[in-house]
């Protein structure tokens, strides 16, 4: 199929084209162009969708599961045939340079064939001549998936692809700041699915809310903001809907004495600023022991001056724009609190008044653990340096925050390492890798971070109930 993925967005409802009266402008955020006029549903609009999905929903669980996982893995090449297109668009609407767009586009690819191959076992839990007790899984009805602008399609397939398996139907709302690979994705599986399997619609937060509240819907996947989450949750007890949050994180890093400072600072400035550092399991707060507290600062600065922050369209560029204006306002407003409070820059601080959303790669010295470089998720390439000198204190600071995605520890003593990981609260530590997921690898969050798991077989399990049968033949 032809698809010309850099004008004509339309939304899809019921397997058709919608456009919309309304429409929002897309920009690209390494040159505050508009880009793009995207659809701004109505309320009639949500409301068709949701009726789509839902009529769409007994035909499409009643098919056979191999059906569904077919179907599924080739939106997985429907992706693939057309990654250079999506890859041209992600980063013109998102920012992310070329080998970030790939690790997404082709890593979205992937899990939609691997999330392809999964299925929920029934689970025999007494079988006797008389007896037959089992619990089965069944789909829940219509789901509501609702995507950030940080990984605009791989976060919305990881919704996607376990809710269609399972047997579900959808309507899945991208984020406002970067709904065009979305809408392209929809309008690209619109021949390969049933109408109303899946609806893509857009539209502003106000969308999200009419989501929420939707009495059809019986399920909400959300990625985004602890803050939203909390919303969404709150509207979600309406009709007790199912959730699934994926929310915030400050992860901590530990850098244990023994790294060699050299390697693990290349890592730890990868942990930290991959995507330009928007990123929920970024590492935000980089506690080294202090044996080699300024080695590694000093080794860190200085492969951070090799590495390039520009237009991610051009050869060269290795971290790309902040996606947009209001987090780059935020991003400016918390390096001016870290200047009033006379926190020390290692490097960067300082944003131009260039064209595009560029802050610079920022590191800082040892701020005091209350300041709000430290405290708050800054989604942005400001990280903080912290100085540590006995474990049991640094893993106290590292779990004292409310979040709990994500964390990593760096050590040649593995067993040393493990001890330390094992100790911290979060959803996944890392022991000398970090940002590796996987289709078949839990992923949630503990504390603020999140409700819920995605990926693996529990977060396929998310998008169902569980169904006992207790048959008694005696
Ligand atoms: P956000 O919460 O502002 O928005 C996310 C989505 O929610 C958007 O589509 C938005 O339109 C919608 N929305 C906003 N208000 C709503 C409401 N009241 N009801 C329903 N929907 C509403 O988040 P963001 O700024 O787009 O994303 C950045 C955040 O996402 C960061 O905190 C980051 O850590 C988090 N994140 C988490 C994960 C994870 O897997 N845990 C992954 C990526 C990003």
């Known amino acids: 199929m032809s698809i010309d993925f850099f004008s004509n967005y339309t939304m899809s409802i019921d397997g058709a084209a919608a456009a919309s ?25 949500l409301e068709a969708a949701v009726a789509a999905a839902k009529r769409a929903f007994p035909a499409w669980s009643a098919r056979p599961i191999a059906e569904r996982q077919a179907l599924v893995a080739r939106i997985g090449d429907l992706i693939e045939a057309h990654a250079e297109d999506f890859m041209r668009l992600l980063t013109r609407e998102q920012g992310k340079p070329r080998k970030g767009a790939e690790w997404e586009i082709f890593g979205s ?3 939609c064939r691997e999330i392809a191959k999964q299925e929920l076992p029934v689970h025999i839990s007494e079988e006797s001549q008389t007896r037959r007790v089992e619990t089965r899984r069944e789909p829940l009805g219509v789901i509501a998936g609702i995507t950030p602008w940080n990984f605009p399609v791989l976060l919305a397939i990881w919704k996607i692809a376990p809710a269609l398996v399972a047997g579900n139907t959808m309507v ?6 970067t709904p065009l690979c979305t809408l392209k994705l929809g309008e690209l599986v619109r021949e390969l699915l049933p109408p109303g399997v899946l609806n893509i619609v857009s539209g502003g937060n106000e969308l999200g809310v009419w989501m929420t509240t939707h009495s059809d819907i019986r399920k909400i996947s959300f990625t985004g903001s602890t803050e939203t989450g ?6 979600a007890s309406g009709n007790i809907k199912r959730i699934t949050l994926e929310l915030g994180g400050n992860d901590p890093a530990i850098v244990l004495p023994d790294v060699d400072v050299k390697e693990t600072a290349e890592k730890l400035f990868w942990a930290a600023f991959q995507n330009s550092a928007q990123f929920c399991v970024a590492a935000k707060r980089l506690y080294i022991h202090a044996d080699i507290y300024d080695d590694l600062a000093a080794e860190l600065v200085a492969y951070a001056k090799t590495v390039k922050v520009g237009d991610g369209s051009l050869q060269g560029t290795d971290l790309g724009p902040i996606q947009n204006r209001m987090q780059f306002e935020k991003l400016k407003n918390l390096l001016a609190d870290a200047k009033t409070n006379g926190l020390r820059f290692l490097l960067g601080g300082d944003v131009t008044d260039a064209k595009g959303f560029f802050v610079p790669v920022t590191i800082i010295d040892n701020p005091p653990e209350n300041s709000r470089v430290v405290a708050e998720e800054a989604f942005g390439p400001i990280l903080p340096l912290l100085k540590f000198d006995d474990i049991d204190g640094v893993i106290a600071r590292a779990n004292d925050t409310e979040y709990g995605l994500a964390a990593s520890v760096w050590g040649k003593d593995i067993k040393a390492a493990r001890r330390v990981a094992e100790r911290i609260d979060a959803g996944t530590v890392w022991v000398n890798e970090v940002h590796t997921f996987s289709p078949h690898v839990a992923f949630g969050g503990h504390k603020q971070s999140g409700l819920g798991i995605e990926n693996a077989l529990e977060g396929l399990a998310e998008y169902t109930n569980a169904k006992t049968l207790v048959v008694n033949a005696a």
């Open 21 to 45: 009266a309304a429409t929002f402008e897309a920009f690209n955020p390494a040159t505050e162009e508009v880009i793009a006029a995207a659809p701004d549903a109505s309320r009639e609009q």
């Open 230 to 235: 909390r919303k969404i949750m709150a509207a």
């Open 109 to 111: 690819a992937i899990w």
């Open 172 to 177: 899945l709302k991208p984020s406002p700041y």
